[in-house]
């Protein structure tokens, strides 16, 4: 599996969104789209990286992007944790590791799944790919730069 890299195109696919309805990557081309993988839903740094995005979300908006959250937790786990938090953004659920394969995201010491944010531009390639499993906030403001910069 490899994980895919700035100037690659981001692949196309469809996921079930906390509500259960499909979610093409496609469907959004035109807007910038932050894409972070997260391992599960309600852990200690995965809520804290997901109310991170969730209190930039207007600044994201702001820049004319979308922010996506993608784990292998299931559709009314997503549901709960989206409520729960209050976060407004959308997230998917990957439960047989699709969307984690398609962008070549693996393991952190072989257990934990990974953390690596995408940013992707309107044309659908990646512009930016952030990788920490142990420095989940600081995604959100390369994520941000990258946008404002616009490359």
Same mark, same amino acid.
């Given at each position: 599996?490899? *994980? @895919?890299?700035? &100037?690659d195109? $981001?692949?196309? !696919?469809?996921?079930?969104?906390?509500?259960?309805?499909?979610?093409a @990557?496609?469907?959004?081309?035109?807007?910038?789209?932050?894409?972070?993988?997260?391992? $599960?839903?309600?852990?200690?740094?995965c809520?804290? *990286?997901?109310?991170?995005?969730?209190?930039?979300? *207007?600044?994201?908006?702001?820049?004319?992007?979308?922010? =996506?959250? !993608?784990?292998?937790?299931?559709?009314?786990?997503?549901?709960?944790? $989206? *409520?729960?938090?209050? @976060?407004?953004?959308?997230?998917?659920?990957?439960?047989?590791?699709t969307?984690?394969?398609?962008?070549?995201? &693996?393991?952190?010491?072989? +257990? +934990?799944?990974?953390?690596?944010?995408?940013v992707?531009?309107?044309?659908?390639?990646?512009?930016?790919?952030?990788?920490?499993?142990?420095?989940?906030?600081?995604?959100?403001?390369? $994520? @941000?730069?990258? =946008?404002?910069?616009?490359?």
């Amino acid at each position: 599996m490899t *994980e @895919l890299r700035t &100037g690659d195109p $981001a692949p196309d !696919i469809t996921l079930p969104d906390q509500h259960g309805k499909p979610v093409a @990557l496609r469907d959004l081309r035109g807007r910038w789209v932050v894409v972070y993988f997260y391992p $599960a839903d309600d852990t200690p740094g995965c809520t804290a *990286e997901s109310c991170s995005f969730r209190d930039a979300y *207007e600044d994201f908006t702001d820049a004319g992007a979308e922010v =996506i959250g !993608i784990s292998s937790d299931p559709v009314d786990s997503h549901r709960q944790f $989206a *409520e729960k938090h209050r @976060l407004p953004f959308t997230l998917l659920a990957d439960v047989d590791g699709t969307a984690r394969k398609a962008f070549g995201v &693996g393991r952190t010491f072989g +257990l +934990l799944p990974g953390r690596v944010t995408y940013v992707i531009d309107p044309e659908g390639t990646i512009r930016s790919v952030f990788s920490s499993q142990f420095r989940p906030r600081r995604h959100i403001d390369q $994520a @941000l730069a990258t =946008i404002r910069s616009g490359t």
